[in-house]
Nanobody, 132 residues
Framework: EVQLQASGGGLVQSGGSLRLSCLIS??????????IGWFRQASGKEREVMAC????????YYADSANGRFTISSNNARKTVYLQMNNLRPDDTAVYYC???????????????????????WGKGTLVTVSS
């Protein structure tokens, strides 16, 4: 069983930055076999993928709204994945989740299809609020 624990959310002003962390536990998880991503869900909206990474091909994927502002990275030894978010806007306000799934596909193929194919393991979300 893989478990994920997201942290780092909070209140920030527009234009500010936050770094989210996702601690992964469970012996079956390896960065080489799993895709891991950050998702968010704003009030009244569907959950959407923001950024993903896969160790198998060392690829990353970003949603258009995240590209250029968000960066996904990992510390494999600590089994921790990060989402650095810069130049935050009020419309970034949402609950952010990290999730992972075992797949032979890289992030650039899998993550745009994550809504259809699903992510097997989810952490509890962390709330990010961006004030104007």
């Amino acid at each position: 069983e893989v478990q994920l624990q997201a942290s780092g959310g909070g209140l920030v002003q527009s234009g500010g930055s936050l770094r989210l962390s996702c601690l992964i536990s469970g012996s079956e998880f390896t960065f080489d076999e799993y895709v891991i991503g950050w998702f968010r869900q704003a009030s009244g909206k569907e959950r959407e993928v923001m950024a993903c990474a896969s160790g198998s091909d060392r690829s990353t994927y970003y949603a258009d709204s995240a590209n250029g502002r968000f960066t996904i990275s990992s510390n494999n030894a600590r089994k921790t994945v990060y989402l650095q978010m810069n130049n935050l806007r009020p419309d970034d306000t949402a609950v952010y989740y990290c999730a992972t799934t075992l797949t032979r596909y890289g992030s650039r193929w899998y993550c745009p299809r994550a809504h259809s194919f699903g992510m097997k393991f989810w952490g509890k979300g962390t709330l990010v609020t961006v004030s104007s």
